[in-house]
C-alpha cells in the first residue's frame, strides 16, 4: 500500500458532485473521450494523462483541501463473504478502526473478535503491534506480522483518492481497454474490442521502492465522462492472484463532507460476487488519544 507522508501537490479548490465539474476539467476530460489512444503513448504523456483521470477524481470528491484537513476518523468495517453459487450470505466479520495523522505519521488502531480470542492491532507511525484478550503476541505472531500491512490497508483506501498524488507513487496511463469482467457482455465467450464507446480509460498504480508495499499494482478502469473509477484490479506484494472489484458505494461524512468508498464489492471475472468490504459509522475528526496507538507493556 502507499506510505505515510502526506500529498505535496498545490491545493485546488473544487466542486462538490460530479455534476459540479470545472470547464477546464470537463473540456479536457472530452478531449480524452473524443481522441482515446489507439497507439502506445510516450512515458510523459502516459503520465500527464494518468495524472489528469486522478485529477478529475479529486475534482469529483472536494478537492486536495480536503485531506488536508482531515486529521483522524473512527469507523466500523465489515467484511461480507458471499458464496459464489448462491448469492447468499456466509459471514459477516466487523472490525472496529481508529485512524490518525499523528506526530510520526500516520496511526492505526483495529479491534475485532475471532473464534480464538479478542484481537486488537496497532501502528504508532513508527512500530506495529498485536495482542490476543489483552496479551502482547511476540512480533512473529500472524496477527502482530499483519498489522503493519493492515494499518497501510486502512489508510489507503479512507485516502483516496488523494493518495494516489503522494510521492513515490507511479501513474501510468494504459489506454482504453476492457474491463476484465464479462457480467455486462451478452455473449462472454466473445472478444471485446474497445472503443470510445464501449471501453473504459486505464490507469495503473505502482510504488517506488522503499513506499509502503512496493510491489503491489493497481489498474483504475474509469468511464468516459465520470470522474469516479468503476473498477479496481490490484495484485498484492508481487502475488499472481487478481483481486477485482466494482465500487458498489460511495459516501461523505462529518461536517466537512469527507469521501470514503462505503462498499466495495469483490467478484468474479463472471461478475459473481464473492465478499464485500462496508464501512459505517463514520466519524471524522475525532479526538482520539495518542496512547489509543501506543503498543501495550505486556
Known amino acids: 500500500m502507499n506510505n505515510t507522508r502526506e500529498p505535496v501537490r498545490a491545493a485546488v479548490k473544487w466542486p462538490i458532485v460530479l455534476a459540479g465539474f470545472a470547464l477546464a476539467s470537463s473540456v479536457a476530460f472530452l478531449a480524452l473521450r473524443a ?3 489507439t497507439q502506445p503513448v510516450s512515458s510523459s504523456a502516459s503520465a500527464g494523462t494518468a495524472d489528469s483521470l486522478i485529477g478529475l477524481w479529486i475534482d469529483s470528491v472536494g478537492g486536495m483541501d480536503r485531506y488536508h484537513e482531515f486529521q483522524s476518523a473512527s469507523f466500523t468495517v465489515s467484511t461480507l463473504l458471499y458464496d459464489s453459487l448462491t ?3 456466509k459471514r459477516d466479520r466487523p472490525r472496529y478502526a481508529w485512524i490518525k495523522k499523528g506526530p510520526h505519521g500516520e496511526e492505526t488502531r483495529v479491534e475485532r473478535w475471532e473464534t480464538y480470542g479478542f484481537i486488537e492491532q496497532g501502528f504508532n507511525g513508527v512500530s506495529s503491534w498485536a495482542t490476543l484478550d489483552g496479551v502482547l503476541l511476540p512480533d512473529t505472531a500472524k496477527d502482530a506480522r499483519e498489522a503493519l500491512y493492515v494499518s497501510r490497508d486502512l489508510f489507503y483506501w479512507m485516502g483516496l483518492p488523494y493518495k494516489l498524488r503522494d510521492p513515490g507513487v507511479i501513474l501510468t496511463y494504459r489506454g482504453m481497454t476492457s474491463r476484465p469482467g464479462m ?4 455473449d462472454p465467450t466473445a472478444p471485446a474490442q474497445p472503443t470510445a464507446e464501449n471501453g473504459y480509460h486505464t490507469v495503473g498504480v505502482n510504488f517506488e521502492v522503499g513506499v509502503g508495499e512496493h510491489q503491489d499494482a493497481f489498474t483504475y478502469y474509469f ?8 473498477e479496481v484490479n490490484y495484485v498484492e506484494e508481487g502475488r499472481t492472484n487478481n483481486n477485482r472489484f466494482l465500487w458498489g458505494r460511495t459516501d ?4 466537512m463532507q469527507y469521501p470514503y468508498p462505503a462498499r466495495r464489492d469483490y467478484m468474479t471475472e463472471s461478475g459473481k460476487l464473492t465478499k464485500a468490504l462496508m464501512i459505517d459509522d463514520v466519524v471524522i475528526n475525532p479526538d482520539i488519544p495518542q496512547a489509543r496507538f501506543e503498543r501495550p507493556e505486556s
Open 35 to 37: 481522441n482515446p489512444p
Open 87 to 89: 448469492g447468499r450470505l
Open 183 to 186: 457480467e455486462m457482455r451478452a
Open 223 to 230: 468511464e468516459p465522462g465520470k470522474g469516479f473509477p468503476v
Open 252 to 255: 461523505r461524512a462529518g461536517s
